[in-house]
């Protein structure tokens, strides 16, 4: 894998968790850190297929109340989807955009429930 640094600076307290989490899993706090990235980032679309990239991403520009709206209403039909197209492909899409809202509310810090909280309640 191609690597790249650059410099980022922290807040002191930030850095001290990290250090001691590097210490306590007596890993490198290199490691530390970029499994923490990895872990914290929005869901890559490296297995989506490509026609609903352009759709998903724009997720990224909403604001969180009009993500959570984007997860109780699935049945928004994507660009890459025609009238004509299956249903099914629809409703697939639908779940991968309503995965992928919750994602970046995660992201954002909002504590999401787990899907028997979400239906059930």
Known sequence: MKKKSF?????ERLLNQLEAIAQASKSDIDDVVLQTLRQGMPPS????PG???KDLLSLNALGDLELWDVIAEPKKRPEGIKEKDEASEVEHFGSMRRAYA????K???H???TPAEFIFN
């Open 51 to 53: 026609k609903f990239h």
């Open 111 to 113: 504590p999401i429930p």
């Open 45 to 48: 679309l490296r297995e989506i």
């Open 107 to 109: 992201w954002r810090g």
């Open 7 to 11: 410099t980022l600076e922290i807040p």
């Open 102 to 105: 919750f994602s970046l509310l």
